[in-house]
């Protein structure tokens, strides 16, 4: 069975600072992942991506993820936060057409 | 271009009384769509999926239905909504055949009273 953790529930980051939510997985083969944003009342936007190849991968708004198969995450980091990146964050797992989210992290951006 | 249109977006309904919330995709053919439930501190909790017309997988059991009557529609319904089936809707679709990203409507916010 496949599965995502998000082990933060809520991140509070300083403008300008830096950022990097966690994601780890449960799967047995090579996953696609994904982060995905969330503004209040929204639907969901695609951050970034990963299917293959080089394990680092970048993403809109200034966002990258790096994949280790060893530790089976998918770490999100973003060097120097703004504070329209308050939102809430999710990562997901794609198999097999069923797509899983993890139950996401809340970004507070204070000033 | 692709667009989903998901409706309504706001939805107050009793405790007992029938659910329909309808998406459809426009500018693709044969998509896998996707329905979630997203309830407060709770994340995004997969409730069905559907890779073809009359195809529909089915994720948690409960009193809610899913129905694909066209390609490129993708209906939730309930006989009879309980206080617990609060919460919001997200419905999601991407290309077909294929293990792809998703792109999400805006959603409906139901509250049961």
């Known amino acids: 069975a496949q599965s995502v953790t998000q082990p933060d529930i809520h991140i509070t980051v300083s403008e300008g600072a830096s950022l990097e939510l966690r994601c780890n997985y449960s799967?047995?083969?090579?996953?696609?992942l994904f982060w995905y944003v969330q503004s209040p009342g929204q639907g969901l936007q695609l951050l970034l991506k990963?299917?293959?190849?080089?394990?680092l991968v970048q993403g809109i708004k200034g966002f990258e993820a790096e994949f280790k198969r060893s530790q089976s995450s998918f770490n999100l980091r973003k060097p120097s936060v703004h504070w329209s990146d308050a939102a809430e964050y999710f990562c997901s797992l794609l198999n097999d057409y069923k797509l899983s989210f993890g139950a996401g992290t809340t970004v507070t951006v204070r000033a | 271009s692709q667009t989903i249109h998901q409706w309504p977006a706001t939805l107050v309904q009793p405790v007992g009384s029938p659910l329909s919330l309808e998406c459809t995709v426009e500018?693709?053919?044969?998509?896998?769509l996707y329905w979630y439930r997203q309830a407060a501190g709770r994340g995004l909790q997969l409730l069905f999926y559907s890779v073809g017309i009359g195809q529909i997988s089915s994720e948690v059991p409960q009193n809610l239905s899913a129905s694909r009557p066209q390609d490129r529609q993708f209906i939730l319904s309930s006989k009879k909504l309980l206080l617990s089936d609060s919460g919001f809707y997200l419905c999601?679709?991407?290309?077909?055949?294929?293990?792809?990203?998703?792109?999400f409507g805006q959603g409906t916010r139901l509250t049961v009273v």
């Open positions: 799967y047995g083969a090579t996953p696609y």
């Open positions: 500018g693709t053919s044969n998509p896998n």
């Open positions: 999601a679709w991407s290309v077909g055949s294929m293990n792809t990203e998703a792109f």
């Open positions: 990963y299917f293959s190849g080089d394990t």
